[in-house]
């Protein structure tokens, strides 16, 4: 495998790198021959090459070393003042490792890097990328309707989210997984990402708990591929347009595109829900990103994105049984009305990117727009049963009693605008110091945020036919169980910069460290906001390798345990976006202040081989203290804030994955969590005294979260494969809200999942024997979704019957469900 680092310019034409091999050990003696002049050398005890390059000729590379695979590699035309510096991994005879679908490597920041193959054949209920992202270690989420996910005790907005170093937003006024839509990162597009759950470097921004740093493909080719199936479909289109010489980085590709296009209509999925009715959901994405390479140095990337995600549901009726075998309950409900919710939002960013002599500068221009509705009129009439539970008996599963009656209306009208723009100026600078290589990168950036908000939303509920005035006297008047009715209008500007400084050490490059800090201002609240953060990172056995290199006279040397140690710490503030600042009430309180949490991590990695292909273990244990914190309450998807810096508290646990090739070209992965996380409250009692509760549990306090992700293939036929994803997490605390959320709450129960998919390869598979002219793969998919049939648990509704007790009914998530995909690339 070969990778293209930089190009330096040098007095003579040179090609040079690096040599190593499958686990990042460098290779001494590598034999390598530049087919255009028959020049050779050999790489020395560092695994460092250099051989001369020949103008006019067409330069290739073989690559020879005993007990490895022989490699070649063209090396692209260069100008007669710069050199190529391209580093070589080689991989024994023995075993390959090869880019899956899915792949987890080690990189130089705090996180794991995944590659992405566009058109990807794993079963995705959500027909969204993030559902990799959420089998990830410290990752959690109990909706597979959604595409959010939080990290590590986190809420669902402490999650930064970057595409070519881009910031990205997702719909605020969102409620339920269903209506949500597709997320703003189409997975055809992508070339890789990175993901750190905690303790990341200071170049990212200001949230509290995670960053995933997308890269879209810069194409090299002319291509097309599309997917089609019973729950949406989408599209994408790459291709070049040539230049007469070399004005790229690395070939004549003057300019280059591509274009996704995504469809998604989750009716058939939403009709496995236990409330019936009209479901018209269409969710509709369209992104673009074009290159133009001004010269060998300089380029202009624009990247578009306009989406319309609709969700519109007239219910009929709703049928919901639950309770033990000791007391089953069941609640009937016939609803009338109508909800719609549409989210439409546009970005468009042009950046200008000069990158000469291992110096990257960068500027970025932005603007996002939202356009969030909510519009709702659902009234009902519910009715709750005693179910009989006598097994034997004739009535066995049938209704008995009727404990209780009711009338419900929702009401809401909500509208919310924003439009955010930023302007970013950021440079990254190679260099070579106490002879090592390190890196100094700075930026700068003004963010403005306009946010329109109309709020306006009423409850009424009765029991037993009648309305009970809460404050006990007695009128004609209707009494509303909530009323809100506001509007705001709220400018913000923002100014930050951060520097961070990377430095390796040690004589064999061992290890190295990363220094930063950010600065954040915020016009709103006045408030000037500085984090320090630091990463380290040691390989203790990399000497010791380099040496068994030098001295051993076996074609494969018995090399020591690849083990890299790391360790981070920092300051983490997120800023109040909007959300944060409204209460219950609608009333937003813009002096709210940041919130903060410490990171202190600290975690391992090292590969190892089983039946001679590579696996690799991870695992990191951290501790987060939380200050200034806002309480909140999730309801589904939905998070309601308290709007008051008045919590305090911690998170602490262990992230674990074993990933690597099971099946021999097919990445699969374990991930095991644990995770305890509390806070503690301010609150004004009965009295109008302030007081602080006890050890409550936060809304996301996941205790245990798993996951295996499994693919095999037929040994027969290689082209049959299966895809098995199953997904674990243990209960966690569910708050009505108001005075309940300073005691403990209710628990949902554990969310369980299994979901699996086949798939064939009829078009360019390794034993398929028909041939097409126009597709260069075709394959066939047949996925199952919630293939045990478990009723997992998203929210609770809460009725009354005639003795004034309160039940809460739970509401179920998706069931199980088919899919029949058929994907080609042209």
């Given at each position: 495998?070969?990778?293209?680092?930089?190009?330096?310019?040098?007095?003579?034409?040179?090609?040079?790198?690096?040599?190593?091999?499958?686990?990042?050990?460098?290779?001494?003696?590598?034999?390598?021959?530049?087919?255009?002049?028959?020049?050779?050398?050999?790489?020395?005890?560092?695994?460092?090459?250099?051989?001369?390059?020949?103008?006019?000729?067409?330069?290739?590379?073989?690559?020879?070393?005993?007990?490895?695979?022989?490699?070649?590699?063209?090396?692209?035309?260069?100008?007669?003042?710069?050199?190529?510096q391209l580093n070589i991994q080689l991989f024994s005879d023995t075993f390959e490792f090869v880019s899956a679908n899915v792949k987890g490597r080690r990189h130089n920041d705090f996180g794991i890097i995944i590659n992405l193959n566009p058109l990807d054949s794993r079963p995705s209920v959500s027909g969204?990328?993030?559902?990799?992202?959420?089998?990830?270690?410290?990752?959690?989420?109990?909706?597979?309707?959604?595409?959010?996910?939080?990290?590590?005790?986190?809420?669902?907005?402490?999650?930064?989210?970057?595409?070519?170093?881009?910031?990205?937003?997702?719909?605020?006024?969102?409620?339920?997984?269903?209506?949500?839509?597709?997320?703003?990162?189409?997975?055809?597009?992508?070339?890789?990402?990175?993901?750190?759950?905690?303790?990341?470097?200071?170049?990212?921004?200001?949230?509290?708990?995670?960053?995933?740093?997308?890269?879209?493909?810069?194409?090299?080719?002319?291509?097309?591929?599309?997917?089609?199936?019973?729950?949406?479909?989408?599209?994408?289109?790459?291709?070049?347009?040539?230049?007469?010489?070399?004005?790229?980085?690395?070939?004549?590709?003057?300019?280059?595109?591509?274009?996704?296009?995504?469809?998604?209509?989750?009716?058939?999925?939403?009709?496995?829900?236990?409330?019936?009715?009209?479901?018209?959901?269409?969710?509709?994405?369209?992104?673009?990103?074009?290159?133009?390479?001004?010269?060998?140095?300089?380029?202009?990337?624009?990247?578009?994105?306009?989406?319309?995600?609709?969700?519109?549901?007239?219910?009929?009726?709703?049928?919901?049984?639950?309770?033990?075998?000791?007391?089953?309950?069941?609640?009937?409900?016939?609803?009338?009305?109508?909800?719609?919710?549409?989210?439409?939002?546009?970005?468009?960013?042009?950046?200008?990117?000069?990158?000469?002599?291992?110096?990257?500068?960068?500027?970025?221009?932005?603007?996002?727009?939202?356009?969030?509705?909510?519009?709702?009129?659902?009234?009902?009439?519910?009715?709750?049963?005693?179910?009989?539970?006598?097994?034997?008996?004739?009535?066995?599963?049938?209704?008995?009693?009727?404990?209780?009656?009711?009338?419900?209306?929702?009401?809401?009208?909500?509208?919310?605008?924003?439009?955010?723009?930023?302007?970013?100026?950021?440079?990254?600078?190679?260099?070579?110091?106490?002879?090592?290589?390190?890196?100094?990168?700075?930026?700068?950036?003004?963010?403005?945020?306009?946010?329109?908000?109309?709020?306006?939303?009423?409850?009424?509920?009765?029991?037993?036919?009648?309305?009970?005035?809460?404050?006990?006297?007695?009128?004609?008047?209707?009494?509303?169980?909530?009323?809100?009715?506001?509007?705001?209008?709220?400018?913000?500007?923002?100014?930050?910069?951060?520097?961070?400084?990377?430095?390796?050490?040690?004589?064999?490059?061992?290890?190295?460290?990363?220094?930063?800090?950010?600065?954040?201002?915020?016009?709103?609240?006045?408030?000037?906001?500085?984090?320090?953060?630091?990463?380290?990172?040691?390989?203790?056995?990399?000497?010791?390798?380099?040496?068994?290199?030098?001295?051993?006279?076996?074609?494969?040397?018995?090399?020591?345990?690849?083990?890299?140690?790391?360790?981070?710490?920092?300051?983490?503030?997120?800023?109040?976006?909007?959300?944060?600042?409204?209460?219950?009430?609608?009333?937003?309180?813009?002096?709210?202040?940041?919130?903060?949490?410490?990171?202190?991590?600290?975690?391992?990695?090292?590969?190892?081989?089983?039946?001679?292909?590579?696996?690799?273990?991870?695992?990191?244990?951290?501790?987060?203290?939380?200050?200034?914190?806002?309480?909140?309450?999730?309801?589904?998807?939905?998070?309601?804030?308290?709007?008051?810096?008045?919590?305090?508290?911690?998170?602490?646990?262990?992230?674990?994955?074993?990933?690597?090739?099971?099946?021999?070209?097919?990445?699969?992965?374990?991930?095991?969590?644990?995770?305890?996380?509390?806070?503690?409250?301010?609150?004004?009692?009965?009295?109008?005294v302030e007081v602080e509760s006890g050890l409550l549990r936060r809304p996301t306090d996941r205790r245990v979260s798993a996951s295996i992700v499994f693919q095999d293939e037929l040994k027969t036929n290689p082209d049959y494969r299966v895809h098995l994803m199953l997904i674990f997490g243990s209960g966690?605390?569910?708050?009505?809200?108001?005075?309940?959320?300073?005691?403990?709450?209710?628990?949902?129960?554990?969310?369980?999942?299994?979901?699996?998919?086949?798939?064939?390869?009829?078009?360019?598979?390794?034993?398929?024997?028909?041939?097409?002219?126009?597709?260069?793969?075709?394959?066939?998919?047949?996925?199952?979704?919630?293939?045990?049939?478990?009723?997992?648990?998203?929210?609770?509704?809460?009725?009354?019957?005639?003795?004034?007790?309160?039940?809460?009914?739970?509401?179920?998530?998706?069931?199980?469900?088919?899919?029949?995909?058929?994907?080609?690339?042209?």
């Open positions: 495998m070969f990778s293209v680092v930089a190009i330096k310019c040098y007095a003579q034409q040179t090609v040079f790198g690096n040599t190593f091999n499958e686990s990042n050990d460098a290779l001494k003696g590598v034999f390598i021959t530049n087919l255009a002049n028959s020049k050779t050398t050999y790489s020395d005890s560092n695994g460092l090459y250099k051989i001369e390059y020949t103008q006019g000729q067409k330069n290739i590379l073989k690559v020879e070393y005993k007990g490895y695979k022989t490699l070649t590699q063209n090396i692209p035309k260069l100008f007669y003042d710069e050199s190529f969204d990328f993030n559902d990799y992202i959420k089998t990830l270690p410290g990752v959690s989420s109990n909706n597979e309707l959604s595409s959010q996910y939080n990290v590590r005790g986190g809420s669902y907005d402490e999650n930064l989210i970057y595409v070519n170093d881009i910031e990205v937003y997702r719909p605020q006024m969102v409620r339920s997984g269903q209506q949500e839509g597709l997320s703003f990162v189409n997975p055809d597009m992508v070339q890789n990402l990175s993901f750190s759950a905690g303790g990341f470097e200071a170049k990212y921004g200001d949230k509290l708990s995670s960053v995933l740093d997308v890269k879209y493909r810069k194409p090299t080719k002319n291509r097309a591929g599309f997917q089609i199936g019973l729950l949406g479909s989408s599209v994408f289109v790459e291709g070049v347009t040539k230049a007469k010489e070399r004005v790229g980085s690395y070939d004549s590709v003057r300019s280059s595109f591509i274009i996704g296009v995504r469809y998604r209509a989750n009716r058939n999925v939403l009709n496995s829900l236990d409330a019936i009715g009209i479901y018209k959901s269409q969710f509709t994405d369209v992104q673009a990103l074009y290159n133009y390479f001004i010269n060998r140095y300089a380029r202009i990337e624009v990247l578009g994105n306009f989406a319309k995600n609709r969700y519109s549901f007239e219910p009929e009726y709703q049928e919901t049984s639950f309770g033990t075998l000791e007391r089953a309950l069941r609640l009937r409900i016939g609803m009338d009305g109508q909800e719609i919710v549409d989210y439409t939002s546009g970005m468009g960013a042009i950046s200008f990117v000069h990158n000469k002599n291992f110096n990257e500068f960068k500027i970025i221009a932005t603007a996002y727009s939202s356009n969030e509705k909510e519009h709702l009129d659902i009234e009902g009439a519910y009715q709750i049963y005693d179910v009989n539970n006598s097994i034997g008996s004739s009535g066995f599963g049938d209704v008995r009693n009727l404990l209780g009656s009711g009338y419900f209306i929702n009401h809401a009208r909500n509208d919310l605008y924003f439009n955010v723009f930023t302007l970013a100026v950021q440079n990254e600078k190679k260099m070579i110091t106490f002879g090592n290589n390190s890196k100094l990168t700075v930026g700068a950036k003004y963010q403005r945020e306009m946010i329109e908000d109309r709020f306006k939303e009423w409850r009424y509920s009765d029991s037993s036919g009648y309305n009970i005035n809460p404050f006990g006297t007695v009128g004609q008047d209707i009494q509303l169980l909530d009323y809100i009715n506001s509007k705001t209008f709220i400018t913000n500007n923002r100014l930050s910069g951060f520097a961070q400084f990377q430095q390796g050490f040690g004589e064999f490059n061992q290890g190295s460290f990363i220094v930063g800090t950010r600065v954040l201002n915020s016009s709103l609240n006045n408030q000037t906001l500085v984090s320090p953060r630091v990463q380290f990172y040691y390989e203790p056995n990399k000497r010791a390798n380099y040496i068994i290199s030098k001295n051993s006279k076996d074609s494969i040397p018995q090399y020591k345990t690849n083990i890299l140690l790391k360790a981070a710490f920092g300051y983490y503030y997120q800023a109040p976006f909007y959300r944060e600042m409204r209460n219950f009430d609608g009333k937003v309180n813009t002096n709210l202040n940041a919130q903060r949490s410490i990171h202190s991590v600290a975690g391992m990695e090292f590969t190892f081989k089983q039946k001679n292909r590579p696996f690799k273990f991870f695992a990191e244990a951290y501790y987060k203290q939380l200050d200034y914190l806002v309480p909140y309450v999730l309801d589904n998807v939905r998070i309601r804030y308290y709007a008051q810096n008045s919590a305090r508290g911690y998170a602490t646990g262990i992230d674990t994955r074993i990933n690597g090739e099971f099946i021999k070209g097919l990445e699969s992965w374990i991930t095991l969590s644990f995770l305890k996380t509390d806070e503690r409250i301010k609150y004004l009692n009965n009295d109008s966690m605390p569910y708050y009505l809200g108001g005075s309940a959320r300073y005691k403990e709450g209710n628990v949902i129960p554990s969310y369980k999942r299994v979901d699996i998919g086949f798939s064939k390869i009829l078009i360019g598979g390794k034993r398929t024997k028909i041939k097409s002219k126009v597709f260069k793969k075709l394959w066939v998919g047949a996925d199952v979704f919630n293939l045990l049939q478990i009723n997992n648990v998203i929210s609770y509704l809460w009725i009354k019957d005639f003795q004034n007790n309160t039940y809460g009914v739970p509401n179920y998530l998706t069931g199980r469900l088919l899919n029949v995909r058929l994907i080609g690339e042209f």
